[in-house]
């Protein structure tokens, strides 16, 4: 199967910045997405990566490295509403032909005062 | 914006009954998804549609099956629930090929006693 790592939790400072890591195995692949979910409520699309490099959409970026198997999602600027799980999802070519993807199991990040 | 409808919050069902869960999105959208989401497990694949009357099975379809007779609408069935399908439920709608961008229903929290 297609093995998704990140953190479980994180905490950082309001006003700060976070790196989110995400690492991924690369036989496949095509593409990578990061999602927010706030508890109680359903994901919401962050920033979506094909190629190599960074990606950035106001406050949120997100990096790829396709060699490297890996991702990053930054925040910048935390707020407290930027407290939610942050889930990084991967789309794999199959063998047979279509598209999967595959969900890590989410970072749940922490914004203190 | 692109609204995805799950038709109950919150369902409370006991072992051994038929469940139903109603799934309905207003942007004609060919992509409809049903997840299941668990704590340590993050977002699993049950069964996908890419068009009407069509459907794929996906991560985790046993004791589950899916009817699309019309474009927006995919229901989720629960032959005989069990203890162990007590989850929330997570309806998605995309595009076609291409980028893939999910839209998430709002959940259902499933409770089978």
């Known amino acids: 199967g297609q093995n998704i790592d990140q953190p479980t939790e994180m905490t950082a400072t309001e006003g700060a910045i976070v790196q989110i890591n995400c690492t991924y195995q690369t036989s496949g692949f095509n593409g990578l997405f990061w999602y927010q979910q706030h508890a109680g409520e359903a994901p919401t699309f962050l920033s979506y990566n094909v190629l190599d490099g960074l990606e950035e959409k106001g406050r949120f970026s997100s990096f790829l490295s396709r060699s490297k198997g890996y991702s990053y999602l930054l925040l910048k600027e935390l707020q407290m509403k930027d407290s939610a799980s942050y889930l990084c999802a991967v789309r794999y070519i199959l063998t047979g032909g279509g598209n999967k993807l595959t969900f890590g199991t989410g970072t749940q990040l922490k914004v203190e005062l | 914006d692109v609204k995805v409808t799950q038709s109950s919050r919150y369902l409370v069902k006991r072992t051994g009954e038929k469940v139903f869960l109603e799934c309905v999105q207003d942007?004609?959208?060919?992509?409809m998804f049903w997840y299941r989401q668990d704590p340590g497990l993050g977002l699993r694949l049950i069964y996908f549609s890419y068009d009407v009357k069509m459907k794929e099975k996906g991560d985790i379809p046993e004791g589950y099956s899916v009817s699309r007779e019309k474009k927006e609408r995919f229901s989720l069935i629960l032959e005989s629930a069990s203890t162990n399908q007590t989850s929330m439920y997570l309806c998605?709608?995309?595009f076609g090929l291409g980028r893939e961008k999910l839209f998430f229903g709002s959940g259902t929290q499933l409770s089978v006693l």
């Open positions: 942007m004609d959208h060919e992509n």
């Open positions: 998605a709608s995309s």
